[in-house]
């Protein structure tokens, strides 16, 4: 549910769900700053990994998703699910 009473601002905490194409193991948590991923093959047969968790304002969504860059993981979604 988006909070629709208060802007989002690249200052504020979020809750984000990112989808990359490939398999990304649950002990990458540490390294993703605790979000939870869960790992799964779609119904084409690809690997496909969903981050999900709250990141503390936009620098450090672009930090995550420069790692996920780094490790060759396409990107197929980012969604802001909710802020504070």
């Not at 968790?53 to 790692?67: I, Y």
Request: proline residues 2%; aromatic residues 8%.
């Amino acid at each position: 549910m988006t909070n629709t009473r208060r802007k989002l601002t690249l200052d504020c905490p979020a809750i984000y769900q990112i989808e990359v194409q490939g398999y990304l193991e649950e002990h990458w948590s540490d390294w993703f700053d605790g979000m939870a991923i869960v790992a799964q093959v779609n119904a084409e047969g690809t690997h496909v990994s969903r981050l999900s968790g709250t990141v503390v304002d936009q620098a450090a969504l672009q930090g995550m998703l420069r790692k996920l860059y780094d490790l060759g993981l396409p990107l197929l979604s980012v969604n802001c699910i909710e802020w504070s």
